[in-house]
């Protein structure tokens, strides 16, 4: 089971972004979804999560800003950015819990990151 990233990139204060995260591997089946940001010297920070029946959460510092999404067809999630500041500066990761055949239970991966730089 892999899962992979995408999407990031360097933006201008005010601009959009999205991001996606997919999960690769036969009958895999993929459960609690979360993106993660970490910034230089900072710690790990929680972003946005989104439940298997699609209930979502957010930090306060992305609410109304961040959109997050899954597409389960496709073991899928996004995440939409707007209004990008500075402060979104951060690689962002995606965290997942998944199931696939020959699993007892669901198994917390990581995807790889991918860097969103936001300029002024």
């Known amino acids: 089971v892999q899962l992979q990233a995408s999407g990031g990139g360097m933006v201008q204060t005010g601009g959009t972004l999205s991001l996606s995260c997919a999960a690769s591997?036969?009958?895999?089946?993929?459960?609690?979804m979360a993106w993660y940001r970490q910034a230089p010297g900072k710690q790990r920070e929680l972003v946005a999560t989104?439940?298997?029946?699609?209930?979502?959460n957010y930090a306060d510092s992305v609410k109304g800003r961040f959109t997050v999404s899954r597409d389960d067809a496709k073991n899928a999630m996004y995440l939409q950015m707007n209004s990008l500041q500075v402060e979104d500066t951060a690689v962002y990761l995606c965290?997942?819990?998944?199931?696939?055949?020959?699993?007892?239970?669901?198994?917390?991966?990581w995807g790889q990151g991918t860097q969103v730089t936001v300029s002024s």
């Open positions: 989104i439940s298997e029946g699609g209930q979502t």
């Open positions: 591997g036969r009958s895999t089946r993929v459960g609690h």
């Open positions: 965290n997942a819990d998944i199931w696939r055949p020959g699993f007892q239970t669901y198994r917390a991966f």
